[in-house]
């Protein structure tokens, strides 16, 4: 039996919608495929409220009139970063800011996302705490917050009631790794399939990603050939098939592909299934041979081989390792 939970969104002015809508989302359909009979409120300390690209939100509950466990969520989205620092939230902080440390005292978990872990950190919540942020933010925590432990390359961190997220679509990959915490990983894949969330990055995960890293570029053929390898993972094309997804020759491929990504098209292949191997090592219920299976090779032996040039060390020593953590 589900344990009725209460998953509060807390809006201040100048809110990030991205910041909001994809985790709320995550809830929601977490809600409706597993019956799990989440309460989501959306509450403010303002009773009406403009986020920062302009879409205006009403009849919002009080905060006040909120009463949370151990058991519930209290998600803060991230908020313009300039308008922070400007002071403009101050007084909306300030006003809640006693109700928030309330909620972190009595173990209530508290989770926020981008530039939101700012709020916790000028409410004091966070001192001797370890968080993360979106990247523009970290130095300005360093300087101006010298208490709180913030952490560079990390997507989502957790210390104890406490979750923070990195940049704005991390706090989906924080949400559904919550869900998994709660009520295990079969329900949030579900729900990062129902989603079409392609990849569900783990807390240990550094921003960047092979997802993004080598699709800065503008080649809209060589980002034909990236998603096809990305998307059939399981798949061995051949250089010639991949050219005619990018409809070019291979010999142009080859070239291309290297000017434009600074990557060959088979290390680019292969770091895909090297890090599709990684998520799928937080799947207790896979063997390595499933997992090699998923990744496309024969066999483990196959995908040893690559790991190993990538990580430095075998994937039953990365298992063991990321279940102590």
Excluded at 78 to 106: C, M, P, T, Y
Excluded at 180 to 193: D, F, H, M, Q, T
Excluded at 276 to 300: F, H, M, Q, W
Excluded at 306 to 322: E, T
Aim: contains cysteine; hydrophobic residues 40%; glycine residues 6%.
């Amino acid at each position: 039996m589900n344990i009725p939970r209460k998953v509060v969104f807390l809006i201040f002015s100048k809110t990030h919608l991205l910041d909001l809508a994809g985790p709320a989302q995550v809830f929601y359909e977490a809600n409706n495929i597993g019956g799990l009979g989440l309460e989501i409120i959306f509450a403010s300390p303002n009773p009406e409220s403009v986020s920062e690209q302009g879409l205006s939100f009403a009849k919002l509950n009080s905060p006040e009139n909120i009463t949370l466990t151990s058991c519930d969520f209290l998600v803060i989205p991230g908020i313009d970063f300039a308008s922070f620092k400007k002071g403009e939230l101050q007084e909306e902080i300030h006003r809640v800011g006693n109700w928030l440390r309330k909620q972190s005292s009595g173990k209530v978990h508290l989770a926020s996302i981008c530039s939101g872990t700012l709020i916790l950190a000028e409410t004091r919540i966070l001192n001797g705490f370890s968080c993360t942020s979106h990247w523009k933010c970290i130095d300005y925590i360093k300087k101006q917050y010298p208490k709180v432990n913030i952490l560079t390359d990390r997507l989502f961190v957790k210390d104890r009631n406490i979750y923070t997220s990195a940049g704005m679509t991390s706090g989906m990959d924080m949400s559904l790794a919550i869900l998994e915490e709660l009520y295990g990983p079969i329900l949030s894949s579900k729900v990062a399939r129902e989603m079409v969330i392609f990849m569900r990055r783990d807390k240990a995960s550094k921003q960047e990603s092979v997802y993004l890293d080598y699709q800065t570029h503008f080649n809209p053929a060589i980002h034909q050939v990236q998603n096809y390898i990305i998307s059939h993972p399981e798949e061995n094309p051949t250089l010639d098939e991949l050219a005619k997804v990018a409809n070019m020759s291979a010999r142009n491929l080859t070239r291309m592909f290297k000017e434009v990504t600074g990557h060959t098209v088979i290390e680019f292949k292969q770091d895909v299934k090297a890090e599709l191997a990684r998520t799928l090592l937080n799947n207790p219920d896979y063997t390595l041979e499933t997992i090699a299976s998923k990744c496309g090779y024969e066999n483990v032996r196959q995908l040893q081989r690559v790991w190993n040039q990538k990580y430095g060390k075998s994937m039953s020593a990365w298992r063991k390792q990321d279940m102590l953590a």
